[in-house]
């Protein structure tokens, strides 16, 4: 049986990884896995985010608006004809249409992916598992153009901060999660970060 994804991102940690983040992570490639997770964030924007709002939707970048405790499904889907890892997640923010946001990870080697999102632009990070967390650790940006990887250096960290991220279960299908933005050249007016709990609903292999 083909193993997961992750597993050689993970390389030898993927085997102590608690059961709630293997699940989590337990798409394999060339497939039509499917796992759903579902729970709650809290999404806090700097003020210039929120008055870009309109841009990040257009875009479709991260989430538009700001809110608590903002029911969140996140479907983590697999390709037949690739070895990327889906993100779709679907944010039902009170009073408004159903937000979605899309991005795909491609492994880039044991413990390094890039995380693509509309428009080429890529976060490339670090996959470690140490002291129960899974730490994702910024690396820099890229832009896929012409199927070519173009680093953004500084250019990124200035407009766009330093992404880090990390998980950690909280029961056996059961995880936790944060992602902060933060250190651009405006900031605390542009941070952003997510937070919240989320728990394993479906595994799908197919």
């Not at 709002?53 to 257009?58: D, G, I, R, V």
Request: hydrophobic fraction near 40%; include cysteine; aromatic fraction near 14%.
């Amino acid at each position: 049986m083909t193993e997961p994804i992750f597993a050689d991102i993970f390389a030898e940690q993927w085997d102590i990884l608690p059961p709630a983040l293997k699940a989590h992570y337990a798409n394999r490639p060339f497939s039509h896995d499917r796992v759903t997770v579902s729970g709650q964030l809290t999404i806090r924007m700097g003020p210039l985010l929120r008055l870009a709002s309109p841009l990040l939707k257009a875009l479709n970048m991260l989430t538009p608006w700001s809110g608590e405790d903002v029911p969140c499904t996140v479907t983590f889907l697999s390709e037949p004809d690739s070895r990327a890892f889906i993100f779709e997640r679907r944010f039902h923010f009170p009073g408004r249409a159903p937000y979605v946001f899309r991005s795909k990870m491609i492994p880039q080697g044991p413990h390094e992916v890039i995380e693509y999102m509309a428009g080429g632009i890529g976060w490339h990070c670090g996959y470690m598992y140490e002291n129960d967390r899974v730490l994702l650790q910024h690396l820099g940006y890229v832009w896929r153009v012409f199927g070519a990887d173009v680093p953004l250096s500084w250019l990124g960290e200035c407009l766009l901060g330093r992404g880090d991220a990390f998980e950690e279960a909280t029961g056996e299908d059961r995880f936790r999660m944060r992602m902060t933005l933060s250190g651009g050249l405006f900031g605390r007016l542009t941070e952003y970060s997510y937070e919240g709990e989320f728990t394993v609903t479906e595994i799908a292999c197919g």
